[in-house]
T-cell receptor, first 114, second 114 residues
Framework: AQSVTQLGSHVSVSEGALVLLRCNYS??????LFWYVQYPNQGLQLLLK??????LVKGINGFEAEFKKSETSFHLTKPSAHMSDAAEYFC????????????FGKGTTLSVSS | EPEVTQTPSHQVTQMGQEVILRCVPI?????FYWYRQILGQKVEFLVS????????KSEIFDDQFSVERPDGSNFTLKIRSTKLEDSAMYFC????????????FGEGSRLTVL
C-alpha cells in the first residue's frame, strides 16, 4: 500500500526566506508524485508532478521539487517566499498507471510573515 | 479553461437525511473520483469510477455511500443516511486517459450534518 508522510503540520517563514516542505513516500512500485496547493475555501490546485525522467521538477509560482529515490523523498522548495504563498500544501502519491487514486499526506500549512 | 464544477457549494442537513452531491467533470476525462476532507484533516480518497462502474474504493466508502453517472455528464455522490461524522468538504476530481496521473479537482461541496 502507498502512503505519504509530510513532516511538520505547520511551517512558518519570513517573506523572502527559503521555503522547504518535506514529503516522504512509501510505494511498492515506481511512484508518481504530486504537490497540490489549497488556498482558503478553494479546491486543490496542482503545483507540480513527477512521473518519469528528470528528477528535479519545476512547477507554478516558482516552486520546485526533487525526487530522490534513495531517500524516498519529494521535498518542495521555493527560494524566496511571498505572502501569497500562504496556503495548505499536500503531497500525494499514486501508482504509475492511469486511473489509480492519489493518496494524500496530511498537509502542511505554510505561513508567511512580513 | 475547462474546470470541474460542484454543486451545492454548501449543504446543511439533519442527521439521517439523504444527501446528493453533484459534479460536472471535464468532458474528456475518463476517471472520476470523490475525496473528502474533514475540517483540519487530510484529504481522504473515497472512490474512483471508470467506465460506469466503481474501480476502487476505500474503507470509508461503506454501504451508506453510492456513486453514479446517470446521464454521461453529472457524477454524483449519495449519502443515504447522514451521520454527524459525515460533515466534511467533499471534492470531486477527474483524470484523463494518459498515465500522468494528474487529477483536476473541483472547489468542493461543504456538507454540514446537524
Amino acid at each position: 500500500a502507498q502512503s505519504v508522510t509530510q513532516l511538520g503540520s505547520h511551517v512558518s517563514v519570513s517573506e523572502g526566506a527559503l521555503v522547504l516542505l518535506r514529503c516522504n513516500y512509501s510505494s511498492s512500485v515506481p511512484p508518481y508524485l504530486f504537490w497540490y496547493v489549497q488556498y482558503p475555501n478553494q479546491g486543490l490546485q496542482l503545483l507540480l508532478k513527477y512521473t518519469t525522467g528528470a528528477t528535479l521538477v519545476k512547477g507554478i509560482n516558482g516552486f520546485e521539487a526533487e525526487f530522490k529515490k534513495s531517500e524516498t523523498s519529494f521535498h518542495l522548495t521555493k527560494p524566496s517566499a511571498h505572502m501569497s504563498d500562504a496556503a495548505e500544501y499536500f503531497c500525494a502519491v499514486s501508482e504509475n498507471q492511469a486511473g489509480t487514486a492519489l493518496i494524500f499526506g496530511k498537509g502542511t500549512t505554510l505561513s508567511v510573515s512580513s | 479553461e475547462p474546470e470541474v464544477t460542484q454543486t451545492p457549494s454548501h449543504q446543511v442537513t439533519q442527521m439521517g437525511q439523504e444527501v446528493i452531491l453533484r459534479c460536472v467533470p471535464i468532458s474528456n476525462h475518463l476517471y472520476f473520483y470523490w475525496y473528502r476532507q474533514i475540517l483540519g484533516q487530510k484529504v481522504e480518497f473515497l472512490v474512483s469510477f471508470y467506465n460506469n462502474e466503481i474501480s476502487e474504493k476505500s474503507e470509508i466508502f461503506d454501504d451508506q455511500f453510492s456513486v453514479e453517472r446517470p446521464d454521461g455528464s453529472n457524477f454524483t455522490l449519495k449519502i443515504r443516511s447522514t451521520k454527524l461524522e459525515d460533515s466534511a468538504m467533499y471534492f470531486c476530481a477527474g483524470g484523463g486517459q494518459g498515465i500522468t496521473g494528474e487529477l483536476f479537482f473541483g472547489e468542493g461541496s461543504r456538507l454540514t450534518v446537524l
